[in-house]
């Protein structure tokens, strides 16, 4: 696998602070008053994400509704290496591309609310079709852990994955765990703090790479979205969604709801307009 240069979008701040975004999180329902790192846990359904929640989070968790949507979310909270985490699980999805509003939740929670961490749970005996969802994910952060759960199943259908060939591919940690009996969850601990703490640098693989004519398109397209949006953690990848008329994006700049949660500058409404016609072109 190839690395794309041009695809280095997500800046750090300095090394070991939080990167999530406070704000964004609290309209997001996260409030980050008591808590130094915030977790997202993403995954397909069935891939053990709420055995997982539930072994690192044990009884200090509680469920209540999403902002605004009728999905039902759960969150909850634990401690390791003196840090206070707080770990969100979002539906369980084979996409981030918002096709539904369970995708469209578990894609603004990252996009917006920034988390510490992304940690994707995937099956080790699906592996082919659970990496759409981590390609998609890395795509918008780098701050990425994935839990190569069922290894149980894995063996027992003679299936063999090479964790650190794949950590190597993907370029970023991958612990494997049979999260049933609590087997490989210390590791994915040491890993999340590892990420969160910026004591390992990820280095994740981006599948988009486009053509030069494409690449410069998106590159303007990007800077534009940047200079309305200075906050926006990823300009790039809003570019590519608005090129790709991604309606729901589309619609959040239409709306300003990009603006609402990123801060947008006063000047933001007519380069809106600009910038949804140019799409459009
Ligand atoms: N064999 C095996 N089963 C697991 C493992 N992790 C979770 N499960 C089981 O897989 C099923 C789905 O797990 P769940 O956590 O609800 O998945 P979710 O849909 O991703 O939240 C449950 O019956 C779990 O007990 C594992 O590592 N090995
Ligand atoms: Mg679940």
């Keep these: 696998m190839n690395e794309s240069k041009s695809s280095q979008v997500i800046q750090r701040g300095c090394e070991g602070c939080p990167a999530h975004n406070a704000a964004n999180l609290l309209k997001l329902g996260v409030d980050m008053e008591e808590w130094d790192f915030v977790v997202a846990l993403a995954g397909n359904p069935n891939t053990g994400k709420s055995t997982v929640f539930n072994a690192l989070t044990g009884l200090r968790q509680h469920t209540g509704n999403w902002p605004g949507k009728t999905v039902a979310r759960a969150e909850g909270g634990f401690e390791y290496a003196d840090r206070r985490y707080k770990l969100v699980d979002l539906p369980g999805t084979y996409s981030l591309l918002s096709t539904s509003v369970d995708e469209e939740i578990a894609r603004d929670f990252i996009l917006f609310g920034q988390p510490d961490v992304t940690t994707v749970v995937v099956d080790a005996?699906?592996?082919?079709?659970?990496?759409?969802?981590?390609?998609?994910?890395?795509?918008?952060?780098?701050?990425?852990?994935?839990?190569?759960?069922?290894?149980?199943?894995?063996?027992?259908?003679?299936?063999?994955?090479?964790?650190r060939r794949l950590a190597r591919d993907l370029g970023v940690p991958v612990v494997p765990s049979v999260a049933r009996y609590g087997k490989g969850l210390d590791d994915l601990l040491q890993a999340i703090n590892d990420v969160a703490t910026g004591k390992t640098q990820t280095k994740p693989y981006k599948i988009q790479r486009f053509s030069k004519e494409l690449e410069e398109i998106i590159s303007?397209?990007?800077?534009?979205?940047?200079?309305?949006?200075?906050?926006?953690?990823?300009?790039?990848?809003?570019?590519?969604?608005?090129?790709?008329?991604?309606?729901?994006?589309?619609?959040?700049?239409?709306?300003?709801?990009?603006?609402?949660?990123?801060?947008?500058?006063?000047?933001?409404?007519?380069?809106?307009?600009?910038?949804?016609?140019e799409q459009v072109t």
Excluded: Y
């Excluded at 990496?131 to 259908?157: F, G, P």
């Excluded at 990009?258 to 949804?276: H, I, K, N, P, Y």
């Design 125 to 163: 005996t699906r592996l082919e079709r659970n990496l759409n969802l981590v390609l998609q994910v890395m795509e918008i952060t780098d701050r990425v852990v994935i839990c190569l759960n069922l290894m149980d199943e894995a063996k027992r259908h003679g299936l063999i994955v090479d964790e």
């Design 220 to 277: 303007g397209l990007s800077q534009k979205v940047r200079g309305i949006f200075p906050t926006l953690p990823n300009p790039r990848w809003v570019a590519i969604r608005l090129l790709d008329g991604d309606e729901r994006i589309v619609e959040a700049f239409e709306k300003g709801d990009l603006g609402e949660l990123t801060q947008a500058t006063t000047e933001s409404v007519d380069l809106q307009a600009q910038l949804s016609e």
